[in-house]
């Protein structure tokens, strides 16, 4: 979109940034990309608001994170000169931003990743981002004592996938980049919710440079910890079935001790958002705006077009927080969709 057609009577004023996120942006602004910020007339027409689509697609790796990692892998470096190997355990897209910062920036990536996750993500850590791959199997407890093992060995530095403030600075400056974007006139932003990292950089910033911007949080019903734990003011330490269930494989971590206090502070809502929903929405994302979204993505869109934000809401940020897509398991995502869903 033409950011000239839109109203500029709000100014910005960075200074009320905060310092970490201000050093964050200036630490990493070398490496990465400005995201750009895309609408739709169709969309925009069917639900009857402005949507505006922070498309971090377009990010290195495909997706927000090397925003926070390499603010972490930047930080550590800075910390102790000496260090070359760097540790963390992911399957996804956390895994990927890792690898490609230590390639960037000359350290060795070692990355735990559950013998579950697929193969050609695994091949995709080893063979374009040079990092050596640890399987374990698939639990926390595993993942962190494998961990542990390498950095015995190695003496390395552990980056933790998401309960690190240097992370959530990083993020926050999407929060400012699309503020800048849109001139500051948004109601609202979505945020996808998992470990909470994103939501806890973005909503601080919102809130620091204009406090009556509403920031919610969309999270899948089949991994709704943040939903719970924001409701009852206590953080939740386990999915209600044991396990989470969802299609949003970005989404499955639980808030952490370190996201749930600023997502308390700052955020003014947590949306749910039914499987049907958001593969509803995955389809009109790809169909409409052209833009290939991951589910996790998805589920901000899905918010709206289930008309679940307050009715006031009428100009809405919605944040396409990667697009990581497994393409072979798109029929599976279709068949999903309610047959009573709209068609857009």
Same mark, same amino acid.
């Given at each position: 979109f033409n950011r000239d057609d839109m109203e500029t009577h709000f100014q910005l004023d960075l200074s009320l940034v905060p310092p970490d996120v201000q050093e964050a942006e200036k630490r990493i602004r070398p490496y990465i990309h400005t995201t750009p910020v895309m609408t739709n007339s169709t969309i925009d027409?069917?639900?009857?608001?402005?949507?505006?689509?922070?498309?971090?697609v377009f990010q290195k790796t495909g997706?927000?994170?090397?925003?926070?990692?390499?603010?972490?892998?930047?930080?550590?470096?800075?910390?102790?000169?000496d260090v070359r190997d760097v540790c963390t355990h992911s399957s996804g897209n956390h895994a990927q931003a890792v690898a490609w910062g230590c390639q960037?920036? @000359? /350290?060795?990536?070692? *990355?735990?990743?559950p013998?579950?996750? %697929?193969?050609? $993500?695994?091949?995709?850590?080893?063979?374009?981002?040079?990092?050596?791959?640890?399987?374990?199997?698939?639990?926390?407890?595993?993942?962190?004592?494998?961990?542990?093992?390498?950095?015995?060995?190695?003496?390395?530095?552990?980056?933790h996938p998401y309960a690190d403030t240097r992370l959530h600075a990083g993020h926050a400056t999407l929060g400012v980049e699309f503020m800048q974007q849109t001139s500051g006139v948004l109601d609202c932003i979505l945020v996808p919710i998992g470990g909470g990292g994103l939501i806890s950089g973005v909503s601080r910033v919102v809130k620091a440079l204009k406090p009556q911007i509403k920031v919610f949080g969309v999270e899948p019903e089949g991994a709704d910890d943040a939903k719970r734990s924001f409701d009852n003011k206590e953080r939740v330490t386990a999915h209600t079935e044991g396990k989470p269930n969802t299609?949003?494989? @970005? /989404?499955?971590?639980? *808030?952490?001790?370190?996201?749930?206090? %600023?997502?308390? $502070?700052y955020v003014d809502g947590i949306i749910s958002v039914t499987e049907s929903e958001i593969a509803h929405s995955l389809k009109v994302t790809m169909e409409r705006l052209k833009v290939v979204v991951e589910p996790s993505?998805?589920?901000?869109?899905?918010?709206?077009?289930?008309?679940?934000l307050p009715a006031d809401m009428k100009k809405v940020g919605v944040i396409l927080e990667g697009g990581n897509l497994d393409v072979?398991?798109?029929?599976?995502?279709?068949?999903?969709?309610?047959?009573?869903?709209?068609?857009?």
């Open positions: 027409k069917f639900t009857g608001r402005q949507i505006f689509f922070k498309c971090e997706c927000f994170k090397p925003r926070g990692d390499l603010n972490g892998l930047l930080l550590i470096r800075q910390d102790n000169p960037t920036l @000359g /350290l060795k990536g070692h *990355i735990v990743v013998r579950t996750a %697929p193969a050609v $993500k695994q091949a995709a850590l080893r063979e374009t981002y040079g990092a050596t791959v640890y399987n374990c199997e698939p639990t926390q407890t595993a993942r962190e004592s494998t961990c542990e093992k390498i950095l015995k060995e190695t003496g390395g530095a552990f980056l299609i949003c494989d @970005g /989404l499955l971590s639980l *808030i952490g001790d370190s996201t749930f206090g %600023p997502m308390q $502070k993505a998805a589920t901000g869109l899905a918010a709206v077009l289930s008309n679940k072979s398991r798109i029929p599976e995502y279709l068949k999903l969709i309610d047959a009573s869903a709209p068609a857009i």
